[in-house]
C-alpha cells in the first residue's frame, strides 16, 4: 500500500498556484484576486504606517520634554498666614548639592523663574525667564545642543555682559538677531516709598535656539543667573532647583530621595506630573488607532474569503475529479488554504515593505505632500514640533504582520473546508 503523501506536497502547490494564475474565462478568480492583495498590501501598509508616526511623535514629543525642562523640579512650600503657596530658596547651593549626590541624579541647578513681557522696535511678546548658571545652561540637551543656533553660549553671563538666549520662535516674534538689545518688562520691579514700579532692562542677544518643541522655543528665554536674582527681587535666592535624572522614565522612584535631600518643606514637581495626561491619552489613542486599522485588515482579508467561495463553486467539477483520482479531504482542504494564505502572505509582504519605506522616508514624502497642499499642512503651535516625524519600531511591524497573516489564514479555513467536504459525486452529476 502506497504511503500517503505529507501535507502540503508538491503537488498541492502547483494545483494551487495553478488556480491562482488562471484567468476568468478558464474558471479563475484572478481579479478577486488581484483586489484582495491589493485590499490586504493597503491595509497592513495603513497600519504600520500609523503605528510608526504614532511611535515617532511620542518619542519626539517627549525627547523635547526632557531635552529643554527638568526632569523634576524642587519647590519651597510657603505656609504662612497668607494661605499655602510658594517661596524663594535661600540655601539653594546647599540644596542642589545634596540632590546632586544622590545616585541616578546627572545635574541639579538652582533657578530663578518670571514672566515679563519683551519688547524690540516696537514689537513685543510675552516670554518665560529662566535664571541660570551658564555651567547650568551647558548641561539643558535642547538648548546648549539644538537643532539650529545662532550665536554662542560662551558669551551667556561672562564677566560683566548681561546676554540672554532666547528661543528661535521668540526671536522671530520679536524680529531679533543676535547682537541686538531687547528690553524685558516686569511688572514687579523695583520697589520704593510709593508701590513697587515697572522694572525695565535692556539684554543682549548672544545666543538664539531651536529646541525642536515650539511653545519652549515661542516663549523662554535663558539670563544669567546673577542677573535674574536682581531682576526678579530675589537677592541670595532662588525660586526652584530643577533637577535632572539619568533614567528620567525612574523619576517616581527618585521623587522620595530628592525631596529628602531638599530637606524642610519641599515639593516636587516631576516631567509626567507635567505631560502624564497628554501621554495616557496618546496610549488611548494608539490602542484605539490599532483597533479601527485591525478592523481594515479584517475588512480586506474578508475579501479573500470571497474570492475563494468563488473559486470553489468554479472548481467544482475539477474537485469531484480530484477526489476520484484518489486526493483526500485534508489534500483538497490544503490546496484551497494555500490559495487563500498565498495571497494574505503576498500583501502582507507589499504592505510591510511599502510601510517601512514610508517611515524611512517620511521626510520628503512629508515636504512632497507640504508643498502640494501649498504649505501650512503642519502648523507646529497646534502639534507642539515643526514636523512630522515617524520611529520605526520591530514590535509594531510584527504586530501588523500577526494580525494580517492571522487573520488571512483563520477566514481562508472555511471556504477551504467547504471544498475539501464537497460530495465527488454531485460535483460530477451534471458533466
Same mark, same amino acid.
Given at each position: ?14 494545483? $494551487? ?37 504614532? #511611535? ?11 531635552? !529643554? ?7 519651597? #512650600?510657603?505656609?504662612? #498666614? ?17 540632590? $546632586? ?7 541639579? !541647578? ?14 513685543? $511678546? ?7 548658571? /551658564? ?9 546648549? *545642543?539644538?537643532?539650529? %543656533? ?25 524680529? $531679533? ?36 518643541? @515650539? ?10 543667573? /546673577? #542677573?535674574?536674582?536682581? @531682576?526678579? &527681587? /530675589?537677592?541670595?535666592?532662588?525660586? *526652584? ?11 517616581? /522612584? ?7 535631600? %531638599? ?9 509626567? =506630573? ?6 495616557? %491619552?496618546?496610549?488611548? *489613542? ?13 475588512? %480586506?482579508?474578508? &475579501? ?54 514610508? !517611515?524611512? @522616508? ?16 503642519? =502648523? ?5 514640533? @515643526? ?11 510584527l504586530s501588523a504582520v500577526a494580525l494580517s497573516l492571522g487573520l488571512s489564514f483563520v477566514v481562508t479555513i472555511f471556504p477551504a473546508r467547504r471544498a475539501a467536504r464537497m460530495n465527488p459525486v454531485e460535483a460530477l452529476r451534471y458533466e
Amino acid at each position: 500500500m502506497a504511503a500517503s503523501p505529507a501535507p502540503f506536497s508538491r503537488f498541492e502547490w502547483l494545483i $494551487a498556484w495553478r488556480y491562482l494564475r488562471a484567468r476568468r474565462a478558464e474558471g479563475g478568480v484572478s481579479g478577486m484576486t488581484w483586489i484582495s492583495l491589493i485590499g490586504i498590501t493597503l491595509a497592513v501598509f495603513a497600519l504600520i504606517a500609523t503605528l510608526s508616526v504614532r #511611535a515617532g511623535f511620542r518619542a519626539e514629543f517627549v525627547d523635547t520634554i526632557l531635552g !529643554a525642562n527638568a526632569h523634576v523640579t524642587v519647590y519651597e #512650600a510657603d505656609y504662612s #498666614a497668607a494661605g499655602r503657596g510658594t517661596a524663594q530658596i535661600e540655601d539653594y547651593d546647599d540644596r542642589a548639592a545634596r540632590i $546632586a549626590a544622590i545616585d541616578g541624579v546627572s545635574a541639579a !541647578a538652582p533657578l530663578v523663574r518670571g514672566q515679563v513681557m519683551a519688547s524690540l522696535a516696537g514689537r513685543n $511678546a510675552g516670554v518665560e525667564v529662566f535664571g541660570i548658571r /551658564a555651567s547650568d545652561l551647558a548641561q539643558v540637551p535642547r538648548v546648549a *545642543e539644538p537643532q539650529e %543656533a545662532e550665536g554662542t553660549l560662551d558669551r551667556f553671563g561672562v564677566g560683566d555682559i548681561e546676554g540672554v538666549a532666547i528661543g528661535s520662535g521668540v526671536a522671530r516674534e520679536l524680529g $531679533a538677531r543676535v547682537g541686538d538689545t531687547i528690553r524685558l518688562i516686569s511688572p514687579d520691579g523695583a520697589r520704593t516709598p510709593f508701590g513697587t514700579s515697572p522694572r525695565v532692562s535692556a539684554y543682549e542677544v548672544v545666543y538664539i535656539f531651536t529646541a525642536g518643541r @515650539y511653545d519652549i522655543d515661542r516663549t523662554r528665554v535663558y539670563m544669567p543667573f /546673577a #542677573a535674574a536674582q536682581t @531682576y526678579f &527681587n /530675589a537677592d541670595n535666592a532662588a525660586t *526652584e532647583i530643577e533637577v535632572m535624572l539619568d533614567e528620567p522614565d525612574a523619576v517616581d /522612584a527618585a521623587v522620595p530621595a530628592i525631596l529628602d535631600a %531638599a530637606g524642610g518643606a519641599a515639593l516636587a514637581w516631576t516631567w509626567r =506630573d507635567a505631560s502624564g495626561s497628554f501621554l495616557r %491619552a496618546l496610549d488611548i *489613542e494608539d490602542n484605539v488607532m490599532f483597533v479601527i486599522l485591525s478592523v481594515l485588515v479584517l475588512i %480586506a482579508s474578508m &475579501n479573500i474569503v470571497s474570492g475563494l467561495i468563488m473559486l470553489v463553486k468554479n472548481k467544482g467539477r475539477d474537485i469531484g475529479i480530484l477526489r476520484t483520482v484518489g486526493l483526500t479531504e485534508g489534500s483538497v482542504l490544503r490546496v484551497f488554504f494555500i490559495c487563500g494564505s498565498l495571497t494574505g502572505v503576498l500583501g502582507t509582504l507589499f504592505g510591510v515593505i511599502l510601510g517601512v519605506l514610508f !517611515a524611512i @522616508y517620511i521626510d520628503p514624502i512629508f515636504s512632497a505632500v507640504n508643498w502640494l497642499s501649498g504649505g501650512g499642512a503642519w =502648523d507646529p503651535s497646534i502639534r507642539g514640533i @515643526y514636523a512630522l516625524p515617524a520611529k520605526l519600531q520591530a514590535g509594531d511591524v510584527l504586530s501588523a504582520v500577526a494580525l494580517s497573516l492571522g487573520l488571512s489564514f483563520v477566514v481562508t479555513i472555511f471556504p477551504a473546508r467547504r471544498a475539501a467536504r464537497m460530495n465527488p459525486v454531485e460535483a460530477l452529476r451534471y458533466e
